[in-house]
């Protein structure tokens, strides 16, 4: 059996997490904005594809 990495997973597997937006599962969420702050540990807001169609979200790797 062969090992796999988390950067094969990356694009096998079908990403399933939370989009912030319309506060649900999702099969295509994806990264939108990392927000940072001065105190304890940032976090991290995930889109779904209808949520960033509807609200004009651009991928957090896309953003110059």
């Known amino acids: 059996m062969a090992k796999t990495t988390a950067a ?3 694009f096998t597997e079908p990403n399933y997490g939370w989009c912030h937006w319309h506060k649900g599962t999702s099969g295509t969420a994806v990264l939108i ?3 940072e702050q001065q105190s304890g540990p940032g976090y991290r807001q995930y ?3 209808p949520c960033r ?3 004009g979200l651009v ?3 896309k953003t110059p």
Do not use: F, G, L, S
């Open 47 to 49: 889109a779904c594809a």
């Open 59 to 61: 991928p957090y790797t």
């Open 53 to 55: 169609e509807q609200r």
């Open 33 to 35: 904005n990392i927000v």
């Open 8 to 10: 094969d997973r990356v």
